[in-house]
Nanobody, 115 residues
Framework: QVQLVESGGGLVQAGGSLRLSCAAS????????MGWYRQGPGKQRELVAT???????NYADSVKGRFTISRDNAKNTVWLQMNSLKPEDTAVYYC?????????WGQGTQVTVSS
């Protein structure tokens, strides 16, 4: 059974930092690209960052220079370090494979950035 469990969200002031974690099980983690996605209030889910199995990364323009995605294949975990947070980063954050699998979405973790 595949499980992607996100954690690390919370309430933070603008300019603050959070580190999100995603623990994966039931998949060949090290063989897959992974991504962080988010869905803000009244918005569609969007791709935030991706990391390929070899470690190369890509970011949405809105988070470039502020967020860092990383992974540890031995721990089946992917992280998202978020710095210089802005109110517009408020969203539920999810991890999934990249490209996504529609049946792998978890509960996500809420990030709220106050101004």
């Amino acid at each position: 059974q595949v499980q992607l469990v996100e954690s690390g969200g919370g309430l933070v002031q603008a300019g603050g930092s959070l580190r999100l974690s995603c623990a994966a099980s039931g998949i060949g983690f090290r063989f897959n690209g992974m991504g962080w996605y988010r869905q803000g209030p009244g918005k569609q889910r969007e791709l935030v960052a991706t990391i390929w199995r070899g470690g190369s990364t890509n970011y949405a323009d809105s988070v470039k220079g502020r967020f860092t995605i990383s992974r540890d294949n031995a721990k089946n975990t992917v992280w998202l370090q978020m710095n210089s947070l802005k109110p517009e980063d408020t969203a539920v954050y999810y991890c999934n494979l990249f490209p996504t699998r529609s049946d792998y979405w978890g509960q996500g973790t809420q990030v709220t950035v106050s101004s």
